[in-house]
């Protein structure tokens, strides 16, 4: 894949910066937040060097978020170009190529006041972030992808380690308030993100009775 040229402005101190598989055809996403202890950089990609410029003038990144262990992508060059530590869901480490520095584990409050999400049933170690920050802000991985052509959808099923319980685990969604969301793959749902994807999850769950 080529490098990311350029470094969009989601929301609100949310940063992204995209690379299109060439085969696949599916962008893989990376994401910087920032927060008043530093930036946070999530699932990063290493762009090319006019967007890891303007990645170092948003702020000193504070720590490296994982969503699961195959987004370790390029985690250990920002580790060494930044200094930072590499965080990701302790069960993500067995399958993960990189070494994690900090496991993290469901509902624990992590660098800049994110909330971890733990999300299993798709990838090992799925995890997603949350914050309070611009209404609500929430950093998906896998579990979920949004390709502009076709909306919202679970990740495909030769993909997912559990569907029913990825389902499950999408259900407590529903209870946090969030305006933002975005995914490791397509484009990224704001405003009223929780409205999009509860009744997405609705869907579901209609599906799921008819069948």
Known sequence: MKPATQLVAVAKDLYGWSSLHPQWKVLFNSYALRTPAGVLLVDPRQPAAPVVRQLAQLGAPAAILLTNANHDRDAAWFRRRFDVQIYAHEKAQP????????????????????????????????????????GGLLLLGDVLVNPSATG????????????????????????????????????????????????????????????
């Not at 319980?165 to 308030?177: F, H, M």
């Open 152 to 211: 919202l959808a679970l990740l495909p099923e030769q993909y997912l380690e559990d569907r029913a319980q990825a389902v499950a685990s999408l259900q407590r969604l529903r209870t946090l308030k969030f305006q933002v969301a975005t995914f490791a793959h397509g484009a990224p749902l704001l405003p009223a993100a929780q409205a999009h994807i509860v009744k997405f999850l609705n869907q579901l769950h209609q599906r799921k009775r008819r069948t």
């Open 95 to 134: 399958e993960c190529d990189t070494k994690i520095d900090v496991p993290v584990l469901d509902g624990e409050r992590l660098p800049g006041g994110v909330t971890a999400l733990y999300l299993p049933g798709a990838s090992a170690g799925e995890t997603a972030f949350y914050c309070r920050r611009a």
